[in-house]
Nanobody, 123 residues
Framework: VQLQASGGGLVQAGDSLRLSCAAS????????MAWFRQAPGKEREFVAA????????YGDSSMKGRFTISRDNAKNTVYLQMNSLKPEDTAVYYC?????????????????WGQGTQVTVSS
């Protein structure tokens, strides 16, 4: 599976963005999909995941209330809707895919990564 992330940009605090991650290949529906982010000088951080079976997980409590992950298997695409964006959400956002076993929270369980899309939130 090859992943192509898009939808990032420069927005103001309080705005919304929807990130998309388009996957190639025929195995998308059987893969767990996730979004991670990495801010300058910080480690990569788990944002959200959606398993092949539909179970959804979010990072910290602030993400759960503002971010929504979804997938469209017919379009081989996973989305991250981000509302009420804050300056601290500024980061490069990566989509990732893995086989449906093991933890969704750990980046080293994912074997496919997209190239990342920059999200910058100004105050």
């Amino acid at each position: 599976v090859q992943l192509q992330a898009s939808g990032g940009g420069l927005v103001q605090a309080g705005d919304s963005l929807r990130l998309s991650c388009a996957a190639s290949g025929r195995t998308f529906s059987s893969r767990d999909m996730a979004w991670f982010r990495q801010a300058p000088g910080k480690e990569r951080e788990f944002v959200a995941a959606i398993r092949s079976g539909g179970a959804i997980y979010y990072g910290d409590s602030s993400m759960k209330g503002r971010f929504t992950i979804s997938r469209d298997n017919a379009k081989n695409t996973v989305y991250l809707q981000m509302n009420s964006l804050k300056p601290e959400d500024t980061a490069v956002y990566y989509c990732a895919a893995k086989n449906p076993s093991g933890s969704v929270f750990l980046s080293n369980t994912y074997d496919n990564w997209g190239q990342g899309t920059q999200v910058t939130v100004s105050s």
